[in-house]
C-alpha cells in the first residue's frame, strides 16, 4: 500500500452536476497531483499542487479546479459534469525538493466517477 | 512537448519465459522515466525508474528496465515471467525542463500464461 488514500471510490453523478474528489497524501509528501484516466487509456495529468498552490496545469479545462491543505490533502472539483468526464481519478503524492524536482509519484487507488 | 509511445497493446507469454514490455519517449530536455503496474480496479503501482547513472535500473518484483539514450527508449524486462505478473503497465517520462508532470503511455496488458 502505498499510503495514498481517495475517497470516495465510486460515485455517480448526473449531467451538469458537480463532484467533489478527496485526497490524502503519503506522510512526508508536500505535493499532490491528480490525473484522469478514461477507460483504455493511460492516465492524463490534470494538475498538480505544491504548498497549497496551483504549479502546473494539463490540457483540461476551468471547470476542474483543487484545492491543497496545509496537512498537504487535496480534493478535486469538477463542475457541469459531462458524459465524457467519466473515468478513474487518480491522485499522486510526492515530495517537492527546494529545487522543484519531484520524487516519484505514488498513486491512492481512484476514485471511479460514472456521469450519468 | 513530452510523450511516450507502448507500441504493443497486448503481450503475451508463456510463465517461465523472459518479458519484455517496450516504452520509447520523447521529451526536449533531460528524460525521467518510469514504470508503473495497474491491477483491475486498482491505482498505479511504482516499479522503478531511471533518473541518472547506470542505464539497467533494477525495480519491485524482479522487475528491471534498460534506458537507451540513443533509441530513446526504456523497455521493461524480467528475466522469467509469473501468472501473477498479468496486468497492465504504464511507462512515463518527466521532463524536469517542462515541470514536474508526468506523461503515460497508453498502455500495454501483459498476459502470462500457465
Known amino acids: 500500500e502505498t499510503g495514498v488514500t481517495q475517497s470516495p471510490t465510486h460515485l455517480i453523478k448526473t449531467r451538469g452536476q458537480q463532484v467533489t474528489l478527496r485526497c490524502s497524501s503519503q506522510?512526508?509528501?508536500?505535493?499532490v497531483s491528480w490525473y484522469q484516466q478514461a477507460l483504455g487509456q493511460g492516465p492524463q495529468f490534470i494538475f498538480q499542487?505544491?504548498?497549497?498552490?496551483?504549479?502546473g496545469r494539463g490540457n483540461f479545462p476551468p471547470r476542474f479546479s483543487g484545492l491543497q491543505f496545509p496537512n498537504y490533502s487535496s480534493e478535486l472539483n469538477v463542475n457541469a459534469l459531462e458524459l465524457d468526464d467519466s473515468a478513474l481519478y487518480l491522485c499522486?503524492?510526492?515530495?517537492?525538493?527546494?529545487?522543484?524536482?519531484?520524487?516519484?509519484?505514488?498513486f491512492g487507488q481512484g476514485t471511479r466517477l460514472t456521469v450519468v | 512537448a513530452q510523450s511516450v509511445a507502448q507500441p504493443e497493446d497486448q503481450v503475451n507469454v508463456a510463465e517461465g519465459n523472459p518479458l519484455t514490455v517496450k516504452c520509447t519517449y520523447s521529451v526536449s530536455g533531460n528524460p525521467y522515466l518510469f514504470w508503473y503496474v495497474q491491477y483491475p480496479n486498482r491505482g498505479l503501482q511504482f516499479l522503478l525508474k531511471?533518473?541518472?547513472?547506470?542505464?539497467l535500473v533494477k525495480g519491485s518484483y524482479g522487475f528491471e528496465a534498460e534506458f537507451n539514450k540513443s533509441q530513446t527508449s526504456f523497455h521493461l524486462k524480467k528475466p522469467s515471467a509469473l501468472v501473477s505478473d498479468s496486468a497492465l503497465y504504464f511507462c512515463a517520462v518527466r521532463d524536469w525542463d517542462a515541470g514536474n508532470m508526468l506523461t503515460f503511455g497508453g498502455g500495454t496488458r501483459l498476459m502470462v500464461k500457465p
Open positions: 499542487y505544491y504548498r497549497e498552490e496551483e504549479n
Open positions: 506522510s512526508g509528501h508536500n505535493t
Open positions: 531511471y533518473i541518472t547513472g547506470d542505464n
Open positions: 499522486a503524492s510526492s515530495s517537492q525538493s527546494t529545487r522543484g524536482m519531484n520524487t516519484e509519484a505514488f
